[in-house]
C-alpha cells in the first residue's frame, strides 16, 4: 500500500473507518481510513441516551464527529455517511452544529460488534435534546458505519 501525502499514520488493523474528501491529514490517496485502535487515541466522549432501538438507556463512547472532522483538517458542509450494508444518509454540518454526533464504538464499556449495530454507531444525544426525538433525526443515526464522505 503506498502512502500518499499527509500525516496520519497507517492503520495497523482492520480498517473501521475511511473518510474521503477535503482532507489537510490523509494516510492514503485523497483519504483517511481508521483502525479502531486509531479511533480510539482521539479525544473520547460519551452519552447517554435512550434510541428508538434499545428499551433502556445506553452509555455510548467514542469520538465526537467534529473532533474527528477538525483533527483530519476536514471541510465541507455535509457528510454522507455510509453503512456497511450501503444505507446512506446525509447530514448537514450547520444544521447539526448544536449537537454532539458521537461515532459510538462503545456501549457500556464494552467494543461494539456488528452484531450489536457497531463497530461504529453515529449517536445522537435523544435523551438530552427532545427536539431530536423524530423520524427525521433518527434516520441520520446510521449504525455499522464505514465510510463517511465530506461534501461542499
Known amino acids: 500500500m503506498t502512502v500518499w501525502a499527509g500525516d496520519l499514520a497507517p492503520p495497523t488493523g482492520p480498517v473501521?473507518?475511511?473518510?474521503?474528501?477535503?482532507?489537510?491529514?490523509t494516510n492514503a490517496r485523497h483519504q483517511a481510513s481508521f483502525d479502531r485502535q486509531m479511533l480510539a487515541q482521539l479525544p473520547q466522549s460519551s452519552v447517554t441516551t435512550l434510541t428508538p432501538w434499545t428499551e433502556r438507556p445506553h452509555r455510548y463512547q467514542?469520538?465526537?464527529?467534529?473532533?474527528?472532522?477538525?483533527?483530519?483538517?476536514?471541510?465541507?458542509?455535509?457528510?454522507?455517511?455510509?453503512?456497511?450494508?450501503?444505507?446512506?444518509?446525509?447530514?448537514?454540518?450547520?444544521?447539526?452544529?448544536?449537537?454532539?454526533?458521537?461515532?459510538?464504538?462503545?456501549?457500556?464499556?464494552?467494543?461494539?460488534?456488528?452484531?450489536?449495530?457497531?463497530?461504529?454507531?453515529?449517536?445522537l444525544p435523544l435523551s438530552d435534546f427532545p427536539e431530536l426525538d423524530q423520524p427525521s433525526f433518527h434516520e441520520k443515526m446510521i449504525w455499522q458505519l464505514r465510510r463517511l464522505e465530506l461534501l461542499p
Open 16 to 25: 473501521v473507518l475511511t473518510v474521503s474528501g477535503s482532507l489537510e491529514r
Open 62 to 123: 467514542g469520538v465526537l464527529l467534529t473532533d474527528l472532522l477538525r483533527h483530519l483538517g476536514a471541510s465541507g458542509s455535509r457528510v454522507k455517511a455510509i453503512a456497511l450494508n450501503d444505507y446512506f444518509t446525509h447530514l448537514d454540518l450547520s444544521e447539526l452544529s448544536r449537537f454532539p454526533l458521537l461515532l459510538a464504538t462503545r456501549v457500556n464499556g464494552r467494543e461494539m460488534r456488528i452484531r450489536d449495530k457497531g463497530p461504529i454507531w453515529l449517536i
